[in-house]
Structures are given as structure tokens and as C-alpha cells.
């Protein structure tokens, strides 16, 4: 007997709502970047804000790959080719400012919205507000701080002081017993 293509459309749709339940049900983590903003005042610039979201894996290596530009040149004449390292900040901060800031009240001296999908705009910032921001945008990106339980100190025995381990003598015995 053959099946309709109404039964059939439903059964897949049953079976991948399923697979969804099931997967909620197991526990599995979101490993996705979060698109949801965030605001921050600014403490640099009375009655200002910025929202800001958080740039996904892809995008912090790209800003990281900006970081280090490595040139390599062969010069007339010379069989030693020259190598060179630049380090452009502007560029990253360009970058970041694009990629991270989904909304703000920010204005230039003649009332108009500042445009930070426009590289440009960067360079015009307060360095007051620039640095807040940049360091907003640091932190919303630092695992280490956004980590819940970041915030515990750790315990004497685990810490390393002037270059001296400690560590507790029951964990010595429970090695050598087993």
C-alpha cells in the first residue's frame, strides 16, 4: 500500500523533533557564540552606552591574524630576501569596533550618529572612550573571566608560590597506596 506524501512529510517531521527532544534531554551544550547584546554604560562618557555581542571563534582568529602581518620582499640585486613583522592595533580595533558593537548612542561634535561599520570612525573616538570600549570588548572575549566559577579563589594547596609547590599529604598517601 503505498504512503501518502502528507504521512510521510510527517513522519520525518516526527522523527527530527525527536532527535531534537533527545538531544535537549541528553544535555548536549550549545558550543554556538551567543548573537544576544549586551549593554554597557560608559563611564567615560556621561549618559553614553554601547551594546555589544560577542564575535564568534571565526571572527577572534581573524582579528587575531591581523594582529601579525609578516612581509616577505626580495630586493633587486640581492639573493636575501628581507622579512619584516608589522603589528597594526588600528586595524584590529577597526575590526572589533564593526564586529562588536550592534548598537550605541554615540554622536560627533555636529550631533551625528557615529558609524562604526565605517573603519574611519575609530580614529575619531575620545581615547578615553575608545580604551573603555576596546577594554569592554576585551573582557565580553577573556574565557578565563566569563567562566563561572572564575571568581572562587583557589585554595593554598594548589597555588604555586615563590616558584614552591605544595601539595597535601593525603594526596601523596592515596598514590602510594594504590
Same mark, same amino acid.
Given at each position: 500500500?503505498?504512503?501518502? @506524501?502528507?504521512?510521510?512529510? @510527517? =513522519?520525518? @517531521?516526527?522523527?527530527?523533533?525527536?532527535?531534537? =527532544? &533527545?538531544? &535537549?534531554?541528553?544535555? *548536549?551544550?550549545?558550543?554556538?557564540?551567543? *548573537?544576544?547584546? &549586551?549593554?554597557?554604560?560608559?563611564?567615560?562618557?556621561?549618559?553614553?552606552?554601547?551594546?555589544?555581542?560577542? *564575535?564568534?571563534?571565526?571572527?577572534?582568529?581573524?582579528? +587575531?591574524?591581523?594582529?601579525?602581518?609578516?612581509?616577505?620582499?626580495?630586493?633587486?640585486?640581492?639573493?636575501?630576501?628581507?622579512?619584516?613583522?608589522?603589528?597594526?592595533?588600528?586595524?584590529?580595533?577597526?575590526?572589533?569596533?564593526?564586529?562588536?558593537?550592534?548598537?550605541?548612542?554615540?554622536?560627533?561634535?555636529?550631533?551625528? =550618529?557615529?558609524?562604526?561599520?565605517?573603519?574611519?570612525?575609530?580614529?575619531?573616538?575620545?581615547?578615553?572612550?575608545?580604551?573603555?570600549?576596546?577594554?569592554?570588548?576585551?573582557?565580553?572575549?577573556?574565557?578565563?573571566?566569563?567562566?563561572?566559577?572564575?571568581?572562587?579563589?583557589?585554595?593554598?594547596?594548589?597555588?604555586?608560590? +615563590?616558584?614552591?609547590?605544595?601539595?597535601?599529604?593525603?594526596?601523596?598517601?592515596?598514590?602510594?597506596?594504590?
Amino acid at each position: 500500500m503505498p504512503v501518502s @506524501k502528507t504521512r510521510v512529510k @510527517k =513522519r520525518d @517531521k516526527k522523527k527530527a523533533t525527536s532527535a531534537a =527532544r &533527545k538531544r &535537549k534531554r541528553c544535555g *548536549m551544550p550549545r558550543a554556538t557564540v551567543s *548573537m544576544e547584546p &549586551k549593554e554597557f554604560e560608559l563611564k567615560t562618557c556621561e549618559g553614553g552606552f554601547v551594546k555589544l555581542r560577542r *564575535m564568534s571563534y571565526g571572527e577572534l582568529l581573524a582579528s +587575531n591574524d591581523m594582529a601579525f602581518q609578516v612581509n616577505v620582499e626580495a630586493r633587486e640585486g640581492s639573493s636575501d630576501p628581507q622579512m619584516g613583522a608589522s603589528m597594526s592595533s588600528a586595524r584590529i580595533a577597526e575590526f572589533r569596533f564593526k564586529c562588536c558593537i550592534v548598537d550605541h548612542n554615540l554622536e560627533n561634535e555636529a550631533g551625528t =550618529r557615529l558609524e562604526f561599520s565605517n573603519s574611519q570612525t575609530v580614529h575619531l573616538l575620545d581615547p578615553n572612550i575608545g580604551q573603555e570600549v576596546d577594554q569592554l570588548i576585551n573582557d565580553l572575549h577573556n574565557w578565563e573571566k566569563n567562566l563561572p566559577n572564575s571568581e572562587k579563589p583557589s585554595n593554598d594547596t594548589s597555588s604555586a608560590e +615563590n616558584g614552591q609547590v605544595s601539595i597535601p599529604a593525603e594526596s601523596l598517601t592515596s598514590q602510594s597506596s594504590s
